[in-house]
């Protein structure tokens, strides 16, 4: 059997998140129909992550074994023929038996695009928040370093997570302006439910003078999830990459 | 009355088009309704051209006339919280009797992107034409310049059309890459029925060697249809701007 590691992008508008689930159709589902399409064969196939109902993906890896000889360029080339046009394969390559798309991550980096016009911009609708109030990315920034560093998420996790271990390491966490787009960029070596949501949603919630700083500040210390703001809208939010150290292919 | 420059932005994909008609949805119908529930009476509003079904407009300007009292600022709030999102309102100007919207333009912007990676772009589905074979930006802007200068563009108009004079000048008629993106620009003083994507599809069929550049130098003089490209597809076309001499408002 070849391991093969496939990166994806996807437009998550239409799909229930990645992971196979009852009600509605996901992202792992939709693919697992394409290489049955050309495989003959249904696999299995685990993903880096999972996200979130409407949240989009500008790179998303996962794992799939399969017995099938075609070449991992015809490969690509086949599962895009039998992909909806909002999934696109990538990337194909062959790992070894010990990589995991998930466990053998050594972190991620995520964006989540605001746009903050005068008025509203229908190319970003479902691709950015739109908030028409100005923006100051200055006062942003000066929130969004309190979440650099190693800290106890806990405060910015959503309930319904089985996760334990909440404690994190947020080695990027910036904003930026360009024209009209606000974009905020975070990485950290893993991510709580909904982490990336509820850090916009502090910064916002900073911004509109809902929350102090002081108490975001606290929130990393006590954990309490009420000193942390609102969990931002899934449109927004980009996985945008998945960092793999070279030797666990 | 108040006779307004309406400036909108909207997503073509969903509309039959700018122009009312009996089967579908369009932008102007749209846009009417919104005038309604704001104003409370329904005006007739004047577009600074048709667009196709499909087809994006970055810039699009429209007339109406209307007795509310409401500021511009304030009704520019007030029809985007009465728009869907994939229109908004994105300015608007008193205008003397003078103007109208289609015959006071000077001239016009169109943009044409073609998505040309490797791979499908999922996010630039519905947006661009996707084109997987390797574009060359020099051999598209040979062909793209001889649509520069005046010329008799009958060939490059789809049937249909009720105008008798072909005669347009194009000033601007360019093929930049950055990236995977492919962009086409086009300024003119004005354009055909599917002018653009009749150029596009004969930059395309130039490039994938089904016309030559040759037949397409001759097409400009003969008027002949059938030795211009194909129609390129609506989803890649954007209306960018319109022109208007600054004593036509």
Redesign the interface.
């Known amino acids: 059997m070849r391991r093969l590691l496939l990166t994806l ?3 998550g508008t239409r799909y229930h998140g990645w992971q196979v689930q009852p009600n509605g159709v996901t992202v792992q589902e939709t693919l697992q129909d394409a290489v049955e399409r050309v495989t003959g064969v249904r696999s299995g196939i685990t993903g880096c992550s999972r996200t979130d109902a409407g949240v ?1 993906a ?1 790179m998303f890896c996962c794992l799939t074994e399969t017995s099938t000889r075609i070449p991992d360029g015809k490969l ?1 080339k086949a599962l ?1 023929a039998n992909l909806p ?6 990337g194909c390559r062959e790992v070894g038996p010990e990589f995991h798309p998930r466990y053998s991550a050594a972190g991620k980096q995520y964006i989540y695009r605001i746009w903050n016009g ?6 970003w ?3 950015a928040l ?1 908030r028409e109030l100005p923006l100051d990315t200055g006062s942003m920034n000066a929130t969004a370093s309190l979440f650099l560093g190693t800290h106890d998420f806990s405060a910015f996790c959503s309930s319904g997570s089985s996760v334990e271990d909440k404690v994190r390491t947020v080695s990027v966490s910036r904003v930026e302006r360009q024209g009209d787009l606000v974009t905020y960029t975070v990485e950290a070596d893993g991510f709580l439910y909904n982490m990336v949501r509820i850090f916009v949603g502090t910064l916002l919630d900073v911004e509109s003078g809902r929350l102090s700083r002081e108490t975001v500040a606290e929130a990393l210390t006590t954990g309490n999830r009420v000193q942390a703001g609102a969990t931002a809208p899934a449109c927004g939010l980009y996985l945008s990459r998945v960092f793999y150290p070279e030797d666990v292919f």
Chains 1, 2 share one sequence.
């Open positions: 992008q996807y437009d989009h500008e690509i895009n046009g909002d999934i696109a394969v990538i005068p008025a509203p911009n229908p190319f609708r479902g691709y739109q």
